[in-house]
């Protein structure tokens, strides 16, 4: 079982990544898919949510409408496209596979500053 993601990186304040996450050795199309973030100090938070067919999806109240998660089956990937990033949003990025098992990603660094 494999969870990689990548696309992270160092972006300016207003800037755009586009994270993902790639699965292999379990049936991806069972499972919910999370993003969470980590900072420095901080806990783990749990960033954004869609379930197994990708019919619904759910953004953490401070991220939405800046974040948007998505997935794509065919290729057992899924996504977090970020948009107008801040600094507060410096952290590193992991995806969770959450079904009969649970599965996590090693995360990859999002860096926001000018």
């Known amino acids: 079982v494999r969870l990689v993601e990548s696309g992270g990186g160092l972006v300016q304040p207003g800037g755009s990544l586009r994270l993902s996450c790639a699965a292999s050795g379990f049936r991806f199309s069972r499972y919910a898919m999370n993003w969470y973030r980590q900072a420095p100090g901080k806990e783990r938070e749990l960033v954004a949510t869609?379930?197994?067919?990708?019919?619904?999806?759910n953004v953490l109240d401070s991220m939405r409408g800046r974040f948007t998660i998505s997935r794509d089956n065919a290729k057992n990937t899924v996504y977090l496209q970020m948009n107008s990033l801040k600094p507060e949003d410096t952290a590193m990025y992991y995806c969770r596979a959450a079904g009969r098992y649970d599965y996590w990603g090693q995360g990859t660094q999002v860096t926001v500053s000018s």
């Open positions: 869609i379930t197994s067919d990708g019919g619904t999806s």
